[in-house]
């Protein structure tokens, strides 16, 4: 079964510090991969997704990601934090052989800004 | 355009009593989600829809949840009797068609649900 890893269930950074948000996959044939953020009490909003297009994925808000088949990875960087990410993040995937677009989701990931 | 409608936002509830969710997606997706996110947790697919049809409900508790989409519009989940560990946020999402590999799920605000 497809899984999904995030690396540290907490990150903090200083204001203006970079961002780096790890997530790893299993699965023999790449899937369908995403990045998802929580604000507190709210629903799920997409920040980017990579669909077997460019590897390196553009989000909103300034994030991307990287899509890296050889080390099954799909770690979300934000060049510079702003007090206003503060929010939990979920690396998910889909299997591109489940033709009903399920998402398995990772653990999440809180993310701290200090200032 | 309006995003996914869920109510209530919160429930509290004894154990063993019953309790249903309504979700109300984005106007023309075909495609209905509802996953359960336990604290600490990531969202687990409980049940999809395409249209009024169940795609995959193998994560459903069947003894105790049921949903419907009626009409393939609303959606109603239902827990009955609920257990002190179905404490979660209930989240519905929805979606152009999900068969489709560039479709992408948009979520509504969810409904907290506490089992005392």
């Known amino acids: 079964a497809q899984s999904v890893t995030q690396l540290g269930s907490h990150v903090s950074v200083s204001e203006g510090a970079l961002v780096l948000l790890r997530c790893n996959y299993s699965s023999s044939v790449p899937p369908y991969l995403f990045w998802y953020v929580q604000y507190p009490n709210q629903g799920l909003q997409l920040l980017l997704k990579?669909?077997?297009?460019?590897?390196l994925v553009k989000g909103i808000n300034d994030f991307e990601a990287e899509f890296k088949k050889s080390e099954t990875s799909f770690h979300l960087t934000k060049p510079s934090a702003h007090m206003s990410d503060a929010a939990e993040y979920f690396c998910a995937v889909r299997p591109v052989y489940n033709q009903g677009g399920k998402l398995i989701f990772g653990q999440g990931t809180e993310l701290s800004v200090k200032p | 355009e309006a995003g996914v409608a869920q109510s209530p936002r919160y429930k509290i509830i004894e154990k063993r009593q019953s309790v249903a969710f309504w979700c109300n997606p984005i106007s023309g997706h075909a495609t209905l989600y509802w996953y359960q996110q336990i604290l600490g947790q990531g969202p687990k697919l409980l049940i999809q829809f395409q249209n009024n049809g169940v795609v995959d409900d193998s994560q459903l508790p069947k003894d105790r949840f049921s949903a419907e989409r009626l009409k393939g519009v609303d959606s109603t989940l239902k827990i009955q009797p609920a257990k002190l560990e179905d404490s979660a946020v209930y989240l519905c999402?929805?979606?152009?068609?999900?068969?489709?590999?560039?479709?992408?799920?948009?979520f509504g605000p969810g409904t907290r649900l506490t089992v005392l």
């Open positions: 990579y669909t077997s297009a460019a590897t």
């Open positions: 999402a929805s979606s152009l068609d999900g068969a489709l590999s560039t479709d992408t799920q948009y």
